[in-house]
Protein backbone atom coordinates (compact mmCIF):
# COMPACT_ATOMS: atom_id res chain seq x y z
CA UNK A 1 0.00 0.00 0.00
CA UNK A 2 1.16 3.34 -0.67
CA UNK A 3 -1.57 5.82 -0.24
CA UNK A 4 -4.01 5.60 2.91
CA UNK A 5 -7.53 7.16 1.82
CA UNK A 6 -8.12 9.27 5.01
CA UNK A 7 -11.24 11.23 2.97
CA UNK A 8 -14.72 11.60 3.94
CA UNK A 9 -15.52 12.02 -0.02
CA UNK A 10 -14.69 10.48 -2.92
CA UNK A 11 -13.64 11.56 -6.71
CA UNK A 12 -15.85 9.77 -9.32
CA UNK A 13 -13.60 7.02 -11.02
CA UNK A 14 -11.33 6.79 -8.44
CA UNK A 15 -11.82 4.28 -5.16
CA UNK A 16 -12.44 5.58 -2.18
CA UNK A 17 -9.87 2.75 -0.54
CA UNK A 18 -6.03 2.63 -0.04
CA UNK A 19 -4.21 2.65 -2.80
CA UNK A 20 -1.40 0.16 -4.11
CA UNK A 21 1.87 1.60 -6.21
CA UNK A 22 -0.14 0.60 -9.20
CA UNK A 23 -3.14 2.14 -8.77
CA UNK A 24 -1.86 5.73 -7.87
CA UNK A 25 -0.17 6.08 -11.22
CA UNK A 26 -3.64 4.70 -12.89
CA UNK A 27 -5.79 6.91 -11.20
CA UNK A 28 -3.42 10.11 -11.54
CA UNK A 29 -0.15 10.27 -9.37
CA UNK A 30 0.86 10.73 -6.02
CA UNK A 31 0.58 14.05 -6.35
CA UNK A 32 -2.62 14.63 -7.81
CA UNK A 33 -4.07 12.40 -4.83
CA UNK A 34 -2.07 13.66 -2.18
CA UNK A 35 -3.40 17.10 -3.05
CA UNK A 36 -6.91 15.95 -3.09
CA UNK A 37 -6.67 16.00 0.53
CA UNK A 38 -8.50 12.22 0.52
CA UNK A 39 -5.29 10.25 0.52
CA UNK A 40 -1.89 10.20 2.74
CA UNK A 41 1.15 8.76 1.69
CA UNK A 42 2.51 5.94 3.97
CA UNK A 43 6.17 5.25 4.71
CA UNK A 44 7.28 1.24 4.30
CA UNK A 45 7.71 -0.40 7.64
CA UNK A 46 10.81 -2.27 7.92
CA UNK A 47 10.40 -5.89 8.71
CA UNK A 48 9.85 -6.74 12.47
CA UNK A 49 12.40 -7.79 14.45
CA UNK A 50 11.57 -11.82 14.32
CA UNK A 51 14.02 -12.27 17.58
CA UNK A 52 11.77 -14.17 20.28
CA UNK A 53 11.64 -12.87 23.74
CA UNK A 54 10.77 -15.03 26.88
CA UNK A 55 8.59 -13.80 29.43
CA UNK A 56 8.56 -15.19 32.86
CA UNK A 57 5.84 -14.37 35.76
CA UNK A 58 8.13 -14.11 39.17
CA UNK A 59 5.94 -12.91 42.42
CA UNK A 60 2.95 -11.77 39.97
CA UNK A 61 5.32 -9.75 38.10
CA UNK A 62 6.19 -10.33 34.29
CA UNK A 63 9.67 -10.09 33.38
CA UNK A 64 11.61 -10.12 29.88
CA UNK A 65 14.72 -12.31 29.43
Aim: net charge negative; hydrophobic share 35%.
Amino acid sequence: MTLKYIGQAFIPGIPARDLSDEEVEEYGGEAFLVGSGLYEKVEAMPPANKMKTKYEVKDGHQSVS
